[in-house]
């Protein structure tokens, strides 16, 4: 399993992953317009040529937004989720950020789970905040 950098040439992997993954997924452009601007940063894991975990944070001065973090279903439960979250951290951290912040479907009960053994804590919820009307749980992490 090798760590590394998102290139422009994963974009359209790691948006069929995406639509794996989610019911409402980044599509290509999102992704390429997160992935080109100078404060992301996007990481993922990879075997034999596969992305088999991936992420990305946006940082904006103190604060950081872990806008997406994707592991298969083959690949769960494996410590992906949480090598891709350290990643984003620490870039975080390295670019100044003094907290995490991150929305979470209500529903999902591993991301949930992966959050709080990480050090995050449910902040409030965002009532209808996805497109079928689900609740977001917005989560924080402060570095200390």
Known sequence: MNGR??????LAQIAALERDCFSDPWNVRMLAESFLSER???????EDGAVTAYGGVLCEGEEAEVQLIGVPEMYRRCGRGTRILEDLEAFARAHGARRVLLEVRVSNSPALSLYLKNGYHGVYVRSRYYADGEDAVVMKKEFV
């Open 40 to 46: 992301f940063f996007g990481s993922l894991l990879e």
């Open 5 to 10: 950098l998102w290139q422009y040439a994963d």
